[in-house]
Nanobody
């Protein structure tokens, strides 16, 4: 099991930026692909971005492409989500998640294809 702790959420004005961090512990971090999901009140949890174990592959939801950047530092056991040009519709709780090599070939967008989850960090964008 991988323990995940998110940080960096907060309140920001529309057009602003935030960087979320997720620190992992418990297993070899570089063995896992990582992802970010988000969930707004009354909605389902949705995929935001994913990154392969090496960082060589990244994937984004259409709604954030060009504005958000996912990255990882395996030496620090941390994955990041840089969020720029934030919009009010980006307001949600953001969750960090991991997926093991056993999930290779499965859809990145399906939350059922992930193994461990953080507790979430709130991002609120005011218009």
């Amino acid at each position: 099991q991988v323990q995940l702790v998110e940080s960096g959420g907060g309140l920001v004005q529309a057009g602003g930026s935030l960087r979320l961090s997720c620190e992992a512990s418990g297993r070899t971090f570089s063995d896992y692909a990582m992802g970010w999901f988000r969930q707004a009140p009354g909605t389902v949890r949705e995929f935001v971005a994913g990154i392969s174990w090496s960082g060589g592959l990244t994937i984004y939801a259409d709604s954030v492409k060009g504005r958000f950047t996912i990255s990882r530092d395996n030496a620090k056991n941390t994955v990041y989500l840089q969020m720029n040009s934030l919009k009010s519709e980006d307001t949600a709780v953001y969750y960090c998640t991991s997926r093991s090599g056993l999930r290779h070939g499965t859809s990145w967008l399906d939350l059922n294809n992930y193994d461990d989850w953080g507790q979430g960090t709130q991002v609120t964008v005011s218009s």
